[in-house]
């Protein structure tokens, strides 16, 4: 290729993002626990409305997203023209970065926040800016420590992927409060769903003119492989991520498949009461085994281990055991392991491999 044609700076900085691994073919009665994903699937009523899109196949998908708007508007009690919908919530990111982060300008997020940040900035052209945290949880103090004139983005993750740790609503405010005037904080909500009585940030949103949310419909919804998430926000700056997204960014299947997805709560909170239970039980049996974590507030648990080659050689008995959790060496804990809740028998095989690996069992 002719050394002249070359990419935007920054595009080959960018690592690829590593998803969670998936069992191999030849492995009986394995279990995905690496990529928070719903142990139950997804609502039956989203399956039928998705199978119920087959008969639209031929037809072009709206391009305002006005039915799934209404009915997240309805269900959050928010104003649905201040609402856009992405191909996960992802795109919501990429969108952000691309508006409103371009050469010269900083993109911030912490020390073990989630990948996609770092590389929507470097997309962009954008110089990202990692700070550190404090004890796994965001520190708002370094935050605004961290800012300045080229700050244009402050990504925060509430609970935090994969730290599950989470900051108090006055915390939020103080970080929204103390950015300086030209910069947006992003709340990203993708375990919102999973902490009882949060709104996500959503009161913020609509106390400021400088914060958008984002959520997803991977998590809770369970609803990962059809990439679907939205964002919130004031309607200048939806005004101008709606300018860049593609008109049918979304298939009908998606949007039919959310719209029934979210006017389905019951599963929703059944999910968020099986999660809790489950977390609990599972953090508690691994801490009796001398693998402590932090309280987490989303739906998978940070083990920590002595050390990284202790966590590698659990990980690697608990694959020999068919059960797949993440390494998260790449978010710079070598020492930890990200194990996703899953149903009750799940957690009681990896609290009975765990026990095995540490010669207790
Ligand atoms: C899983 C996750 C998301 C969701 O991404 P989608 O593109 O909506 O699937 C967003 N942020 C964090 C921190 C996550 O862990």
């Given at each position: 290729?002719?050394?002249?044609?070359?990419?935007?700076?920054?595009?080959?900085?960018?690592?690829?993002?590593?998803?969670?691994?998936?069992?191999?073919?030849?492995?009986?009665?394995?279990?995905?626990?690496?990529?928070?994903?719903?142990?139950?699937?997804?609502?039956?009523?989203?399956?039928d409305a998705y199978s119920r899109a087959v008969h639209q196949l031929h037809r072009y998908p709206s391009t305002d997203h006005a039915a799934l708007r209404t009915a997240i508007a309805d269900v959050h009690k928010l104003d649905a023209a201040r609402v856009i919908c992405g191909v996960g919530s992802d795109e919501i990111i990429h969108f952000l970065c691309q508006a409103y982060a371009g050469p010269g300008d900083e993109v911030l997020y912490t020390e073990h926040g989630f990948l996609m940040y770092k590389i929507s900035a470097l997309a962009a052209g954008a110089t990202p800016v990692e700070?550190?945290?404090?004890?796994?949880?965001?520190?708002?103090?370094?935050?605004?420590?961290?800012?300045?004139?080229?700050?244009?983005?402050?990504?925060?993750?509430?609970?935090?992927?994969?730290?599950?740790?989470?900051?108090?609503?006055?915390?939020?405010?103080?970080?929204?409060?103390?950015?300086?005037?030209?910069?947006?904080?992003?709340?990203?909500?993708?375990?919102?769903?999973?902490?009882?009585?949060?709104?996500?940030?959503?009161?913020?949103?609509?106390?400021?003119?400088?914060?958008?949310?984002?959520?997803?419909?991977?998590?809770?919804?369970?609803?990962?492989?059809?990439?679907?998430?939205?964002?919130?926000?004031?309607?200048?700056?939806?005004?101008?991520?709606?300018?860049?997204?593609?008109?049918?960014?979304?298939?009908?299947?998606?949007?039919?498949?959310?719209?029934?997805?979210?006017?389905?709560?019951?599963?929703?909170?059944?999910?968020?009461?099986?999660?809790?239970?489950?977390?609990?039980?599972?953090?508690?049996?691994?801490?009796?085994?001398?693998?402590?974590?932090?309280?987490?507030?989303?739906?998978?648990?940070?083990?920590?281990?002595?050390?990284?080659?202790?966590?590698?050689?659990?990980?690697?008995?608990?694959?020999?055991?068919?059960?797949?959790?993440?390494?998260?060496?790449?978010?710079?804990?070598?020492?930890?392991?990200?194990?996703?809740?899953?149903?009750?028998?799940?957690?009681?095989?990896?609290?009975?491999?765990?026990?095995?690996?540490?010669?207790?069992?």
């Open positions: 290729m002719s050394d002249a044609i070359r990419p935007q700076p920054g595009i080959l900085d960018i690592a690829l993002y590593e998803g969670g691994a998936a069992p191999s073919g030849a492995m009986t009665n394995a279990v995905k626990l690496s990529s928070n994903e719903n142990p139950f699937g997804a609502s039956d009523k989203a399956k700070v550190p945290e404090r004890e796994r949880t965001t520190d708002v103090a370094a935050l605004l420590a961290a800012c300045n004139e080229r700050t244009k983005l402050v990504f925060i993750a509430n609970p935090n992927n994969p730290t599950g740790t989470m900051i108090s609503a006055a915390e939020v405010a103080q970080l929204a409060e103390g950015l300086p005037p030209q910069a947006i904080l992003v709340l990203d909500g993708a375990y919102a769903e999973y902490v009882d009585g949060y709104d996500g940030g959503l009161s913020l949103v609509e106390a400021r003119s400088n914060v958008v949310m984002t959520r997803t419909f991977s998590k809770i919804y369970g609803l990962g492989g059809l990439r679907i998430g939205w964002g919130y926000g004031p309607k200048a700056i939806i005004d101008v991520l709606n300018r860049i997204r593609g008109p049918f960014n979304l298939s009908n299947a998606q949007l039919e498949a959310a719209e029934a997805a979210v006017r389905d709560q019951e599963f929703v909170t059944r999910c968020r009461t099986d999660n809790a239970r489950m977390r609990a039980w599972l953090a508690e049996a691994l801490a009796e085994l001398g693998v402590p974590s932090d309280t987490s507030l989303a739906n998978f648990v940070l083990a920590r281990f002595a050390d990284p080659a202790e966590a590698e050689a659990c990980d690697a008995f608990l694959r020999e055991q068919g059960l797949i959790v993440r390494r998260v060496s790449g978010y710079k804990l070598p020492n930890c392991l990200r194990i996703t809740v899953g149903d009750e028998s799940s957690c009681r095989r990896v609290a009975h491999a765990v026990a095995q690996f540490k010669g207790m069992r």
